[in-house]
Protein backbone atom coordinates (compact mmCIF):
# COMPACT_ATOMS: atom_id res chain seq x y z
CA UNK A 1 0.00 0.00 0.00
CA UNK A 2 3.09 2.48 0.76
CA UNK A 3 3.81 2.26 -2.85
CA UNK A 4 0.58 3.02 -4.00
CA UNK A 5 0.86 5.76 -1.82
CA UNK A 6 4.33 7.19 -3.09
CA UNK A 7 3.27 6.38 -6.58
CA UNK A 8 0.15 8.55 -6.34
CA UNK A 9 2.23 11.69 -5.16
CA UNK A 10 3.43 12.29 -8.44
CA UNK A 11 -0.12 13.22 -9.57
CA UNK A 12 0.60 15.77 -7.09
CA UNK A 13 3.73 16.83 -8.27
CA UNK A 14 2.42 16.91 -11.96
CA UNK A 15 -0.48 19.70 -10.44
CA UNK A 16 3.07 21.71 -9.05
CA UNK A 17 2.21 20.39 -5.39
CA UNK A 18 5.30 19.12 -3.89
CA UNK A 19 4.90 17.86 -0.60
CA UNK A 20 8.70 16.73 -0.94
CA UNK A 21 9.40 20.30 -0.11
CA UNK A 22 7.43 20.31 3.63
CA UNK A 23 9.41 20.02 6.31
CA UNK A 24 6.72 17.29 8.02
CA UNK A 25 7.09 15.90 11.42
CA UNK A 26 7.08 12.39 11.47
CA UNK A 27 4.01 12.27 13.62
CA UNK A 28 2.49 13.94 11.15
CA UNK A 29 0.69 11.62 9.44
CA UNK A 30 0.47 7.99 11.03
CA UNK A 31 0.44 5.52 8.40
CA UNK A 32 0.23 2.50 9.84
CA UNK A 33 -2.97 3.17 11.89
CA UNK A 34 -6.76 2.81 10.61
CA UNK A 35 -9.76 1.79 11.56
CA UNK A 36 -10.97 1.09 8.33
CA UNK A 37 -8.93 0.19 4.99
CA UNK A 38 -10.21 -1.02 1.58
CA UNK A 39 -8.09 -1.56 -1.25
CA UNK A 40 -8.71 -2.15 -5.21
CA UNK A 41 -6.78 -4.68 -7.33
CA UNK A 42 -6.25 -5.57 -10.83
CA UNK A 43 -4.61 -8.36 -11.99
CA UNK A 44 -3.66 -9.25 -8.17
CA UNK A 45 -1.79 -6.08 -8.34
CA UNK A 46 -2.88 -3.17 -5.46
CA UNK A 47 -3.56 -0.37 -7.51
CA UNK A 48 -5.85 1.69 -5.03
CA UNK A 49 -6.22 2.44 -1.04
CA UNK A 50 -8.32 3.92 0.99
CA UNK A 51 -8.14 4.19 4.90
CA UNK A 52 -9.90 6.24 7.08
CA UNK A 53 -9.85 6.86 10.87
CA UNK A 54 -13.00 6.68 13.69
CA UNK A 55 -12.84 10.10 14.87
CA UNK A 56 -16.29 9.75 17.28
CA UNK A 57 -18.64 6.42 16.12
CA UNK A 58 -20.25 8.14 13.92
CA UNK A 59 -17.73 10.11 12.01
CA UNK A 60 -15.14 8.68 10.09
CA UNK A 61 -11.51 10.98 8.94
CA UNK A 62 -10.50 10.34 5.31
CA UNK A 63 -6.61 9.50 6.05
CA UNK A 64 -5.43 9.09 2.47
CA UNK A 65 -6.95 7.92 -0.82
CA UNK A 66 -4.45 6.82 -3.73
CA UNK A 67 -4.78 5.23 -6.93
CA UNK A 68 -1.30 4.16 -8.86
CA UNK A 69 -0.97 6.84 -11.84
CA UNK A 70 -1.39 3.97 -14.54
CA UNK A 71 -4.76 2.86 -12.92
CA UNK A 72 -5.97 6.77 -12.66
CA UNK A 73 -8.71 8.02 -14.16
CA UNK A 74 -10.84 4.72 -15.37
CA UNK A 75 -13.09 4.64 -11.94
CA UNK A 76 -11.59 2.67 -9.95
CA UNK A 77 -10.68 5.57 -7.13
CA UNK A 78 -14.82 5.84 -7.67
CA UNK A 79 -15.95 2.74 -7.14
CA UNK A 80 -13.84 2.12 -4.06
CA UNK A 81 -15.27 5.04 -2.24
CA UNK A 82 -18.61 4.66 -3.52
CA UNK A 83 -18.10 0.76 -1.70
CA UNK A 84 -16.54 2.37 1.30
CA UNK A 85 -19.36 4.96 1.39
CA UNK A 86 -21.51 1.62 1.92
CA UNK A 87 -19.32 -0.30 4.35
CA UNK A 88 -19.39 2.84 6.55
CA UNK A 89 -23.18 3.29 6.20
CA UNK A 90 -23.94 -0.74 7.41
CA UNK A 91 -20.83 0.01 10.34
CA UNK A 92 -23.56 2.72 11.43
CA UNK A 93 -21.29 5.97 10.76
CA UNK A 94 -23.13 8.63 9.38
CA UNK A 95 -20.62 11.05 8.39
CA UNK A 96 -16.88 10.64 6.20
CA UNK A 97 -15.19 13.84 6.51
CA UNK A 98 -11.88 14.77 5.13
CA UNK A 99 -9.25 17.63 3.94
CA UNK A 100 -8.29 18.04 0.49
CA UNK A 101 -7.29 20.90 -2.47
CA UNK A 102 -10.36 22.34 -3.25
CA UNK A 103 -9.71 23.26 -6.72
CA UNK A 104 -7.41 20.06 -7.93
CA UNK A 105 -9.62 18.01 -10.52
CA UNK A 106 -9.20 14.56 -8.77
CA UNK A 107 -9.67 16.23 -4.87
CA UNK A 108 -12.13 18.78 -4.33
CA UNK A 109 -14.17 18.47 -7.69
CA UNK A 110 -13.85 14.30 -7.47
CA UNK A 111 -15.74 14.21 -4.09
CA UNK A 112 -18.33 16.83 -5.20
CA UNK A 113 -19.26 14.34 -7.78
CA UNK A 114 -19.60 11.85 -5.21
CA UNK A 115 -21.74 14.35 -2.54
CA UNK A 116 -19.56 15.31 -0.73
CA UNK A 117 -19.57 19.45 0.28
CA UNK A 118 -17.28 21.65 1.53
CA UNK A 119 -17.89 22.22 5.89
CA UNK A 120 -17.76 25.01 6.96
CA UNK A 121 -18.21 23.86 10.75
CA UNK A 122 -15.68 20.90 10.63
CA UNK A 123 -15.56 18.48 13.16
CA UNK A 124 -12.43 19.63 16.10
CA UNK A 125 -10.56 16.93 14.80
CA UNK A 126 -10.79 18.37 11.13
CA UNK A 127 -10.36 21.41 12.10
CA UNK A 128 -7.02 20.73 13.98
CA UNK A 129 -5.66 18.87 11.05
CA UNK A 130 -6.59 22.28 8.35
CA UNK A 131 -4.42 24.31 11.28
CA UNK A 132 -1.69 21.61 10.79
CA UNK A 133 -1.71 21.87 7.46
CA UNK A 134 -1.54 25.37 7.49
CA UNK A 135 1.12 25.44 9.77
CA UNK A 136 3.26 23.60 7.65
CA UNK A 137 2.87 25.35 4.83
CA UNK A 138 0.45 23.18 2.34
CA UNK A 139 -2.23 26.01 1.99
CA UNK A 140 0.84 27.66 -0.58
CA UNK A 141 0.13 24.76 -3.41
CA UNK A 142 -3.66 26.11 -3.36
CA UNK A 143 -6.82 26.57 -1.17
CA UNK A 144 -7.74 23.51 1.16
CA UNK A 145 -10.83 22.86 2.71
CA UNK A 146 -12.75 20.62 4.85
CA UNK A 147 -15.17 18.07 2.51
CA UNK A 148 -18.04 16.40 4.38
CA UNK A 149 -20.44 13.86 3.06
CA UNK A 150 -23.26 12.63 4.69
CA UNK A 151 -23.77 8.67 4.62
CA UNK A 152 -27.51 8.54 3.93
CA UNK A 153 -29.31 5.10 4.89
Known amino acids: MTSVEQAARGLLQAQGIRLDELLVPEHFEDD ?37 PAAARK ?4 ALLV ?4 VCRTRGYTTITGTTFRDVLFNGPFYSSLGAEED ?12 AEAALGLDAFGPRIVMRLALLP
Open 75 to 78: GIGR
Open 32 to 68: TRWDIALVAELGGRVVALVRLTDLDGSTLALDQVSVY
Open 83 to 86: ELAS
Open 120 to 131: LYPHPAMAARRH
